[in-house]
C-alpha cells in the first residue's frame, strides 16, 4: 500500500505515450490467434461488419497482414503484463503485482543485513524501510504502465545474486533468476545493465582468484546475471521470428544511435561532408538535419521528422545502415565523439524530476488519440492530466536522500570503514545507476525518467547498510547466513 498511494492521489495509474504500444501489442496478437477483440483492438485491425451487441465480441476474421512495420523495443513480455488489466478490465491489477514484486525484492535485500529470525525487530525495520522508501521515485515507478520500475528491480536483485547467493534458500534463488530474467525481457537496456554487471564482477573475480582455483566457483552470480541477460536477448530473438513469421516481415529496431549522433553534431557533420559522394539513406534528409534525437525518430511532420515520415522501405535502410553511419562518424571526429558521450552521460546524472507524471499538452493530444474513449475518460478527471499532484517536494526529497545515501555507500570503499563488510552492495547500486545513466543518456537521449527509475535504489541500499551497522546497539556485525527455517 505504501507503494501504490500516487496511484490511489491519481483515482489511477500513470500513463506515458509507449503504453499504448505495450498493450496494443500484445492486444493484437491475442486478437490475430483467437479473434477476441478488445476496447483497445486497433478499428483498423477489426473486420469491417459489426459484430452483434448481444452476443461476446469475437471477430469472424483474422486481421490482415500490418503494412506498418514492427518495431522492436516495445517488449511483448511486458506487455502480457499490461494485458493482464485489459482481460480483468481494471490495471490496478497491474499495478498490485508491480507493488509486490517491488516490495518482495526490497524484503529478501533486507533479510541479508537484519535477521529475518528477530520477528518484531525485522518487521519494524522492514516497515520503517518501506516508508522511507514511499517518499522516493519509487512508487511512482510502481504506479506507472512501463517497464520502468524493473531498471531498479533489476539493480538491487543483482546485489543479492552477487554477494548473498549463497545465504539464499533454493526457493528464493528460483525467484532471484525469474525477476531478473522478466526483466532483461521487459526492456532491453536491462540487458545492457544485467551484461555490464556480470562481465564486471566476472572480470573482478578472476582477477582476484587468479591463484587461488577454488575461487573460480564465485563466478556462479556473475554467471547468472549474464545468464539472464542471454534469456532476454533470446526472448527478442523469438518474437522476431514469430513476428517474421506472422507478417512475413522482421520488425526493425529503431535507429537510436543515428537519432543520437545526428542531434549531437558528429553524424550531421559526417553527412554534411560526404554526402556528396555517399549513398547513405540519410543524405536525402541532410537538410533538415540536425533534429532532436526524439524527433529525428517519432515526429510524423516531414519538416522536422525523418523515421516516422518515410515508408517502411526506407525505414528499413536507416535502421539497417545505423551501425555502419556510426563508425563512420566515430572515425570522422573522435575527439567530438568522446566530447558527446561525456557530455550526454553528464546530462543524464544531472536529471531529477518526475515531469512526465504531468501530462502536458503534447500527451494531452497524444493520449485523446490513442487511448481507446473509455480510458481517455478516466485519464481526463486525473490529477496527473489537471496537474495537481505535488511533485516539487517529492523531487527535492529524491535530491537529498540520494546525496546523502551515495555519500554513505562511497564511505563504505574508505580504508578501515565501519562499512566496508557491506562495500560490495554499495559497489553494485552505484555502478547500476551510473551504467543506467550511460547507457540511457548515450544510446538513447537523458530523459528524468530514466534518472528517477533508479535513483530510489542508492537510499534503499544505504539505508540496509545502516541498519545492520548499527543494530545491536551500533555493533557492527557481518549479516548472518539466512535460517530458513526462520525465514
Not at 58 to 84: D, E, F, H, Q
Not at 321 to 333: C, G, H, I, T, Y
Not at 374 to 388: I, K, L, M, N
Amino acid at each position: 500500500m505504501m507503494f501504490l498511494w500516487p496511484g490511489i492521489v491519481n483515482n489511477g495509474p500513470f500513463y506515458f505515450s509507449d503504453t499504448t504500444a505495450y498493450v496494443r501489442g500484445v492486444d493484437a496478437a491475442v486478437y490475430h490467434a483467437t479473434g477476441i477483440s478488445s476496447e483497445w483492438t486497433s478499428k483498423a485491425a477489426k473486420p469491417a461488419t459489426a459484430t452483434p451487441a448481444a452476443r461476446p465480441v469475437i471477430a469472424a476474421a483474422r486481421p490482415p497482414v500490418p503494412t506498418k512495420p514492427v518495431l522492436l523495443g516495445r517488449s511483448a513480455y511486458y506487455g502480457i503484463i499490461l494485458y493482464l488489466g485489459v482481460f480483468l478490465h481494471s490495471f490496478w491489477a497491474v499495478l498490485l503485482v508491480q507493488a509486490l514484486i517491488a516490495t518482495s525484492i526490497l524484503i529478501i535485500l533486507l533479510r541479508h543485513f537484519v535477521d529475518p529470525g528477530e520477528g518484531r525487530h525485522f518487521a519494524i525495520v522492514t516497515v520503517g524501510g518501506l516508508a522511507l522508501l514511499s517518499v522516493t521515485p519509487l512508487p511512482f515507478f510502481v504506479c506507472l504502465l512501463m517497464p520502468d520500475l524493473f531498471s531498479g528491480i533489476t539493480i538491487v536483485a543483482a546485489a543479492v545474486v552477487l554477494f548473498g547467493w549463497k545465504r539464499e534458500r533454493p526457493l528464493v534463488r528460483g525467484y532471484l533468476v525469474a525477476i531478473l530474467a522478466l526483466a532483461a525481457l521487459a526492456h532491453s537496456s536491462n540487458v545492457l545493465l544485467l551484461g555490464s554487471l556480470g562481465l564486471a564482477f566476472a572480470a573482478w573475480t578472476l582477477l582476484r582468484t587468479q591463484r587461488r582455483p577454488a575461487g573460480i566457483a564465485r563466478l556462479l552470480p556473475p554467471a547468472i546475471l549474464l545468464g539472464c541477460a542471454l534469456i532476454g536477448l533470446a526472448g527478442e530473438s523469438a518474437f522476431t521470428a514469430a513476428i517474421t513469421r506472422i507478417t512475413g516481415q522482421a520488425p526493425i529496431r529503431p535507429p537510436f544511435l543515428t537519432a543520437r549522433f545526428v542531434d549531437d553534431g558528429p553524424g550531421t557533420a559526417y553527412l554534411r561532408a560526404n554526402c556528396g559522394h555517399s549513398d547513405l539513406a540519410l543524405c536525402k534528409f541532410v537538410d533538415r538535419l540536425p533534429v532532436p534525437s526524439d524527433g529525428f525518430l517519432w515526429d510524423p511532420d516531414p519538416r522536422t521528422g525523418v523515421f516516422m515520415t518515410v515508408p517502411p522501405e526506407q525505414q528499413r535502410l536507416l535502421a539497417a545502415e545505423q551501425f555502419p553511419f556510426v563508425l563512420a562518424s566515430v572515425r570522422n571526429a573522435p575527439v567530438a565523439t568522446a566530447a558527446m558521450l561525456v557530455r550526454d552521460f553528464a546530462t543524464q546524472i544531472g536529471k531529477g524530476g518526475l515531469s512526465e507524471f504531468y501530462y502536458n499538452r503534447e500527451q494531452q493530444r497524444y493520449f485523446e488519440v490513442k487511448l481507446p474513449a473509455a480510458v481517455f475518460a478516466e485519464v481526463r478527471q486525473s490529477p496527473a492530466y489537471r496537474g495537481t499532484i505535488p511533485l516539487a517536494p517529492f523531487e527535492t526529497i529524491s535530491l537529498l536522500l540520494s546525496i546523502g545515501a551515495a555519500a554513505i555507500l562511497i564511505s563504505s570503499w574508505l580504508p578501515r570503514s565501519p562499512l566496508a563488510p557491506w562495500s560490495g552492495y554499495a559497489t553494485t547500486a552505484l555502478g547500476g545507476v551510473l551504467v543506467n545513466d550511460l547507457v540511457c543518456g548515450c544510446l538513447s537521449t537523458p530523459h528524468d525518467r530514466y534518472q528517477m527509475r533508479v535513483i530510489w535504489v542508492l537510499p534503499a541500499v544505504a539505508a540496509a547498510i545502516l541498519i545492520a551497522r548499527w543494530a545491536d546497539a551500533g555493533a557492527v556485525r557481518t549479516p548472518a547466513p539466512i535460517d530458513s527455517t526462520k525465514a
